[in-house]
């Protein structure tokens, strides 16, 4: 193989075994004419003196005979024997980049190294042990690194367990360092083969204010899918993390079995829990937003159903498509993306089809007309204008609920009762239809949040442009005078008992020695070295903040309160997250309270996420593997993510688990029971 001189770009093969009479030459490409040379200069300059040729090592500088008369055995004889620098391992080469500041880059090939990223692609693009066996996969290896010596799919199982096992111990050191409190999700799937699985997220906030997600457990869960089932599998994961003692709140689907859940979960931590069951108990709003929105459906499933058969009709065959796409250009209708049928189980794909079928109407009854097939009469168009605006808000609510890469505790309040606005403004409509629709969804609204969860309240009033005003704006245009009064007087005294619960955990904390507090008030280190007159002026100072602190009946939260809100309720840019942590100078308390309850998850999608990152994590590939094993590779796919920065925007991607696998699940859960 021809190569350059050193300081070119060039790759300088390993010493290879052979005998000096055979020995691997090098072609000077400056000189094609110019004799071949042994590959053994590469690694020593050639200089003259006064003696003639010289050789120097270029790792330990040794100078040697340059004259290769008698060959050039001698240089390769120092190499491998003598000189200690150079490494004679085949694993080690030397690569000449031109774009980097120094222009030699030593890359020493590591078959350990390679195995553990190889465990990382498997485990992070989802694929079978058994593709290290594939032909073309070991085709492709030798490509491009010859020495990795490859290996089977036991050993490649073992190596992603091992990685598992690794990444485990880093995020317990994380929980363990943590000094906020962890909100989880659960939730509860089947594999295609019928097994139960139980996945529980981690949710916290971290002291540089960064939200993270982290599924802690996927783990098989037999039948019956009971309450004690449940806890027993969420008690067990939350002791074996030892994060029993850091709970902030769980949230779960809305249904009787996990009401008992939480029931025996708040009993068994009760010494650590700090809410009561009522609060700490979050029941998942994009769940109950799927039951009102199901129970909407059933009422104009005619309508529904007799667009649904024109747009399956239309997209059965090419030749029916392009009828309508003909009428479609010849009406001069906007270009849009065509007909979409839905999947009926997934209320969000039931939108994307109305919202076309809608756009398209006029073209849809010419096309009826020509071919003499049903169209959607007047009145189940309009029906169909009806649910449609219904479930664009919910989609949109859907969506906000269901990040999870921003808080979306603070959201709560402004979502819930924007949906309740519109519920009651479209009440009063004289349109029997509509009336029947919205007064259904107000029956629901009413069930599951005419009594809001004070805890989510509470994190409202922790957005800086909402606070307490925006509470009492929403109360009033819900409740009669007293009945808001009561309520806002409520709300305060959980907000001032949460507060002080937290003042009393700081007092609680070790102090500073009187040296350190000297130290850093005064700045000046120890006291005892600073003249007697700077002594009384600093005692003094002290004092009198002392003294001012106590005469100071005003607390942190009550400057919280009193101070402006900020602008702009609906600035979608506004990171709260960035704002507590410029601010936590200001309000440590209320940063620390913050830090806690913005973790909180209003949607349990981010569990669920965990069959559904863009497509399904338990296939049927992983399906078939052992329960642990699944267990392994889908905690360590998450973990990973997080570090390969996969998910850009994991909103997005949630909208997708909200598509695919979500709703899907949730529609055969209504009247789940124990």
């Known amino acids: 193989m021809p190569h350059s001189k050193m300081g070119e770009n060039e790759i300088v093969e390993d010493l290879k075994d052979e005998d000096d009479g055979n020995e691997d030459t090098v072609e000077n490409d400056c000189d094609k004419n110019s004799r071949k040379r042994s590959w053994v200069w590469n690694h020593f300059i050639e200089e003259k003196n006064s003696e003639g040729s010289i050789a120097k090592c270029k790792y330990c500088k040794k100078v040697l005979s340059g004259s290769t008369k008698g060959g050039t055995s001698h240089l390769k004889r120092h190499l491998e024997k003598v000189c200690k620098k150079y490494q004679k391992n085949p694993t080690n080469q030397l690569l000449l980049l031109p774009s980097s500041k120094d222009p030699i880059k030593a890359f020493k090939f590591n078959q350990e190294e390679s195995r553990k990223i190889l465990a990382k692609f498997i485990i992070c693009a989802e694929l079978p042990f058994r593709i290290v066996e594939h032909t073309v996969f070991l085709d492709f290896m030798r490509s491009l690194q010859p020495l990795f010596k490859i290996m089977g799919r036991k050993i490649v199982k073992h190596d992603c367990m091992a990685l598992y096992q690794e990444e485990r111990k880093k995020l317990q050191d994380v929980f363990k360092n943590l000094s906020s409190r962890v909100s989880f999700t659960t939730d509860i799937w089947t594999s295609n083969q019928k097994i139960g699985y139980i996945s529980f997220t981690a949710h916290y906030i971290d002291s540089d204010f960064v939200l993270h997600k982290k599924i802690i457990s996927f783990k098989k869960l037999p039948y019956p899918h009971t309450s004690f089932a449940i806890e027993d599998a969420v008690r067990k994961c939350l002791v074996e993390w030892e994060l029993d003692c850091k709970i902030c709140a769980i949230t779960l689907d809305n249904c009787s079995t996990n009401d008992a859940v939480m029931r025996k979960l708040r009993d068994h931590f009760c010494y650590s829990m700090l809410f009561s069951e009522e609060y700490s108990h979050i029941r998942c709003c994009a769940h109950i937003l799927n039951i009102m929105v199901q129970d909407e459906m059933k009422i104009i499933h005619e309508a529904i159903e007799c667009i649904r058969e024109i747009a399956r009709y239309v997209s059965a065959s090419p030749s029916r498509m392009q009828a309508f796409n003909e009428i479609v250009q010849h009406m001069r209708l906007p270009a849009r993306k065509g007909l979409t049928l839905d999947v009926p189980t997934r209320w969000n794909s039931t939108y994307e089809m109305l919202h076309d079928a809608l756009g398209y109407k006029d073209a849809l009854i010419r096309y009826a007309t020509e071919h003499s097939c049903v169209c959607p009469t007047n009145d189940e168009r309009k029906k169909a204008s009806i649910i449609l605006k219904f479930l664009e808000a919910f989609l949109d609510s859907t969506k ?78 819900a409740f009669e005078l007293e009945e808001c009064k009561k309520k806002i007087d409520d709300i305060r005294a959980c907000l001032f008992k949460l507060y002080n619960e937290y003042v009393d955990a700081t007092r609680m904390q070790p102090s500073m020695s ?145 598509d695919d696998d979500t709703l899907d699940s949730w529609s055969g859960q209504f009247g789940r029971t124990e």
């Open 514 to 658: 009187s040296s350190e507090r000297t130290s850093n008030f005064g700045g000046q280190g120890d006291i005892s070295s600073v003249s007697s007159k700077k002594k009384i002026g600093m005692n003094f100072a002290q004092f009198r903040s002392q003294s001012s602190s106590k005469r100071s009946k005003r607390s942190e939260l009550d400057s919280y309160l009193d101070d402006d809100v900020l602008p702009d309720l609906e600035n979608k840019e506004f990171d709260i997250l960035a704002w507590w942590k410029s601010n936590a100078t200001v309000y440590p308390i209320l940063s620390r309270i913050a830090r806690d309850v913005l973790a909180i998850p209003v949607s349990t999608v981010s569990s669920e996420s965990a069959f559904s990152t863009g497509g399904r994590v338990v296939d049927q590939y992983r399906s078939s593997l052992s329960p642990s094993t699944v267990k392994a590779l889908v905690c360590t796919q998450d973990w990973l993510r997080e570090q390969y920065d996969e998910v850009a925007n994991c909103s997005s991607s949630v909208t997708l688990n909200v």
């Open 400 to 477: 906000v609920f269901s990040g999870c890469k921003y808080p979306t505790s603070n959201l709560y309040l402004k979502e819930v009762w924007g949906i309740r606005a519109l519920l009651m403004d479209e009440s009063i409509d004289t349109d029997e239809t509509v009336k029947q629709l919205t007064n259904e969804m107000l029956k629901k609204f009413n069930k599951y949040w005419s009594q809001c969860n004070n805890l989510l309240v509470i994190v409202s009033i922790l957005d800086s442009r909402s606070k307490l005003i925006f509470v009492e704006f929403c109360y009033q245009k």
